[in-house]
């Protein structure tokens, strides 16, 4: 979901955690986002508008009377509305319709997507007058990110910090996708696995886990609730997924066969590791000139679900160097998965390390070749297919 050429309307209210909004408004307006804020006086005490300005490259608004539509015009052109932070009084003012400055009203005229990311004491948030006030937004329509426990500007250890910027991204970002995934359960494997030799060798595949890592948080901004496990991955797990870190294929298929209950759909990009050693050495094994290593085949965890009576709905990954599809249409059948996703890993810009892709979603009867476009756009582009089987 790409932010670009999107209405957002930030509203920033008194809070410590202003300074985040700052980076927020910057990292919109980078993604290609158009940003109009508003700022409550308080917020104005602790930054100026100047920095809002400086980061949406637009006007901050807060005088009411400056433009007398300005509080419909405002909300009316945005794609949502984000009040970050949002304070426990503005919370109370717009829970109880009062619009005496140019916030409230604006929020009092919303009729479109609204986002709310609290910021204030533990004791404040825990108040049963402020926990009233935002249950009441929620059941209106509105969304909430945050608040997450750690260092308050008290000094206390509790829960009340505005969520991280790039939380309050991942939100903004799902608030405006598409919920086609909507209640369903997902599960990704991504990353290599590692099959040890002693304590500190191992036999390992190449990959990063960008694919998979993009293709949970695709289905996590479509609305599915996604559990992500993963091989040792060089990048970092996508926020509001939940994360399962793995290093052997057993305890891949462990995990996976964990958390089949209730999935609708299992996407194997994982680059599990073929062979395992027999046996896993308990020392580190002294240097020579040579070394025989006995290898077992791994548990081929997709194959095994494959061949389930009950089972969701199987996407398979087979990374090939050449672009010939015929072990990829094999493998599909052979392990019984639905969907196999090609891809050819020498082609440029295609397979390891980058964040680009070239993918083609082999099906019973249907071959589709993508052209080369990010890991997030091929994620899109693999759930939109999954759509069609599940919905
Ligand atoms: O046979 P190959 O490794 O090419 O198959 C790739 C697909 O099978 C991927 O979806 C991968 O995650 C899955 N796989 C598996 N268990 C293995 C090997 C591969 O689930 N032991």
Known sequence: MALKNRKILLGVTGSIAVHKAVDLARRLTEQGASVHVVMTDAAKKFVTPLSFEVASQNK???????????HITL?????????????????????????????STCMLSVTGKALLAPAMNWRMYENGVLQRNLQFLISRGMLQVGPERGSLACGEEAIGRMADVPEILEAIRAALSEQDFSGRKIVVTAGPTREYIDPVRFISNRSSGKMGFAIARAAMRRGATVTLVSGPAQVNP??????????????????????????????????????????????KVDKSDSLTLNLKKTPDILAEIGAMKQRPLLVGFSAETGADLS???????????????????ESPGSGFDVDTNEITIIEADNVTTLPLMTKDEAADALLDRVSTFIS
């Open 75 to 103: 909300a009316a052109d945005a794609d949502i509305v984000v009040v970050a932070p949002a304070s426990a009084n503005s919370i109370g003012k717009f829970a109880g319709g009062i619009a005496d400055d140019l916030l």
């Open 327 to 345: 072990r990829a249409k094999r493998k599909r059948k052979e392990k019984g998965a639905d969907l196999m996703v090609f891809n050819n890993v």
């Open 238 to 283: 996508p926020c509001r997924v939940e994360f399962i870190a793995v290093e052997t294929a057993a305890a891949m298929r462990e995990a996976v066969l964990g958390k089949l209950h209730d999935c609708a759909v299992l996407i194997m990009t994982a680059a599990v590791a073929d062979f395992s050693p027999l046996r896993r050495e308990d020392k």
């Open 60 to 70: 901050v608004h807060s005088d009411m009377f400056a433009d007398p539509l300005s």
